[in-house]
């Protein structure tokens, strides 16, 4: 709409208009949703939204068709809307200049048009975690099985076993363990969360020579704890 006024007088002469008042009516809600589908980096499992990064880029995709005018926002923990770049079907916001602390943050999404009439937000919860796990390997154990002597390999001695069983428990906040040895990640083995332990036997066996067991924890957000000693 473009609004004007004129004046008329008593003989019914129009005078001279006023500076038009443009502006536009849209009582339409927003059709269409944005939902968060992905953080960078989602360190540890990718998809629980649980990391290490504390320094994200959010993004998702648009169910529905966005109108002339429509817009996607965001906002963390309640704080204010944030409007992000749309391109197609999907959306990203970089949030990468401002760092979050550890915690559990609430991500809301949401469709907004140009008379700021908006869909119902879409929230999703993620989790910050930069702290690795603490004290969390025991009960260390590397067994020979195989030969006319077996059992636990001793720190220093030599075995002919070439795929000793190296294992232990962790504490409940430990997902997975990194088997090194020395400096070079041989695996990264899951822990049993009903007994809270894990094994690792070499596959393929190794070679004669000399090796150095040790192992890490990492926790759900694939934050690495301290080394067992070797």
Request: charged share 20%.
């Amino acid at each position: 709409y473009s609004f004007i006024a004129k004046p008329l007088d008593l003989a019914g002469n129009e005078g001279e208009a006023t500076d038009p008042i443009d502006f536009t009516i849209n009582t339409v809600t927003p059709t269409a949703e944005a939902e968060l589908t992905a953080i960078t980096e989602d360190t540890g499992v990718v998809g629980d939204f649980v990391t290490k990064d504390a320094e994200l880029e959010f993004s998702g995709v648009i169910n529905g068709a966005l109108a002339t005018g429509d817009k996607v926002q965001i906002r963390i923990d309640g704080g204010p809307w944030q409007e992000a770049t749309v391109n197609g079907t999907n959306w990203s916001y970089n949030n990468t200049a401002n760092k979050l602390a550890d915690g559990t943050y609430t991500i809301e999404t949401r469709i907004t048009n140009s008379a700021g009439t908006s869909t119902a937000p879409v929230a999703k919860d993620i989790v910050i975690d930069t702290v690795g796990p603490v004290a969390a390997l025991t009960d260390l154990s590397l067994v020979d099985d195989f030969g006319p002597v077996t059992g636990q390999i001793v720190d220093g001695t030599v075995t002919d076993d070439n795929t000793p069983t190296f294992s232990g428990k962790a504490t409940p906040e430990v997902t997975e363990v990194n088997i090194y040895n020395g400096t070079t990640l041989l695996a990264k083995v899951p822990v049993d969360p009903t007994t809270n332990t894990w094994t690792y036997t070499p596959s393929p066996a190794l070679i004669d020579g000399d090796y150095s067991f040790i192992a890490k924890p990492l926790d759900l957000a694939g934050n690495e704890g301290i080394a067992t000693d070797p």
